[in-house]
């Protein structure tokens, strides 16, 4: 069974960091693309970051030369690290498994910037 588990996150003020972890079992880790999405209140879930199992990554254009996503394959885990936070970076932080066929999401956590 897939499992999904994120750390990290918390509250910030404008300029800080954070790093996310998330950790996946139950899958051939290295096969996966990993994501990080953030919701917002009233807005959609957008993606912010994702590394594929080439380490080739994609980030959206607003956390562009400000986060670096990663991953350890050794470790099954991937990181979001978050520097010089703005306040609209504030949203609630989803992981993603993804790889054809399957979907895995963690559970969340909270990033909250403040000015």
């Known amino acids: 069974q897939v499992h999904v588990e994120q750390s990290g996150g918390g509250l910030v003020q404008t300029g800080g960091s954070l790093r996310l972890s998330c950790t996946a079992s139950?899958?051939?880790?290295?096969?996966?693309?990993m994501a990080w999405f953030r919701q917002a209140p009233g807005k959609e879930r957008e993606l912010v970051a994702s590394?594929?199992?080439?380490?080739?990554?994609y980030y959206t254009a607003s956390v562009k030369g400000r986060f670096t996503i990663s991953r350890d394959n050794a470790k099954n885990t991937a990181y979001l690290q978050m520097n010089n936070l703005k306040p609209e970076d504030t949203a609630v932080y989803h992981c993603?498994?993804?790889?054809?066929?399957?979907?895995?999401w963690g559970q969340g956590t909270q990033v909250t910037v403040s000015s």
């Open positions: 139950g899958l051939t880790f290295s096969g996966y693309t």
């Open positions: 993603n498994a993804q790889r054809l066929g399957s979907d895995n």
């Open positions: 590394i594929d199992w080439r380490d080739s990554t």
